[in-house]
């Protein structure tokens, strides 16, 4: 089985100042299961040189939360693979922040998977179907859609990096977490996919999380599912203890 996969996307919130501080308490809280969870957190591109230095001598890694493509370019305000590479182990694509407001379609996600591995960088890439398309019952259909565009030409030895988040995004930031059982068929759904595409050994060693909505109370019931390897965790993994509560669940 894969090592169990815990991410903590802090979104636009903090400085800092004040990642170092929530970092510090991370680390101290998830001591006891370092070893058994892979950790990473994904502060803002501000804190990224902070809370890199913040984590150094301790297990847990560092994530961006997005880049874009190219290496260098008149590209204001975008954040590119070297620069992410030089704090970051991890990086965060296609969240679905990032497709509603920001405009990232499939394709732009493909050539972020493939930067990014280019450059070293493990992508955590995100799926997940909105509330109208569930309830015209296309959520297979699109995630399908968005994992062929999105991983497209990627071949199965550039794949082994790859961990897969699948957020439901009516679920992102509500009080209406995915069913568990759903969540779990779902992630069996890409499982079987990521097999199809790249071969059973990419299927069975790709680490698939869930996230929407994902706390303290509710980590156990999504992570005891033998398909699921993990969480990409939003608001909850802005309390030390409360993420380390999810951390626990995940070991």
Known sequence: MPRPLVAGNWKMNGTAATAVGLTEAVIAATAADADA???VLAPPFTALPAVA????????RLAAQDMHWLERGAMTGAVSPPMVAEFASHVILGHSERRAHFGETDIDVNRKVHAAIR???APIVCVGETRLQRDEGRTDAVIECQLRLGLGDLGADRSASLAIA???????????????????????????????????????RARLLYGGSVTSGNAVQYLSRPGI??????GASLDADGFAAIVRAAR
């Open 37 to 39: 969870v892979q950790i």
């Open 119 to 121: 450059h070293g960088l």
């Open 166 to 204: 699948y957020e439901p995004v009516w679920a992102i930031g509500s009080n209406d977490p995915c069913d568990p059982d759903e969540a779990d068929r779902v992630i069996g759904q890409i499982r079987d996919w990521l097999a199809g595409a790249f071969g059973d050994e990419a299927g069975s």
């Open 53 to 60: 230095a913040a984590l150094a001598g301790s297990q847990l």
């Open 229 to 234: 390897d993990g969480a990409l965790v939003g």
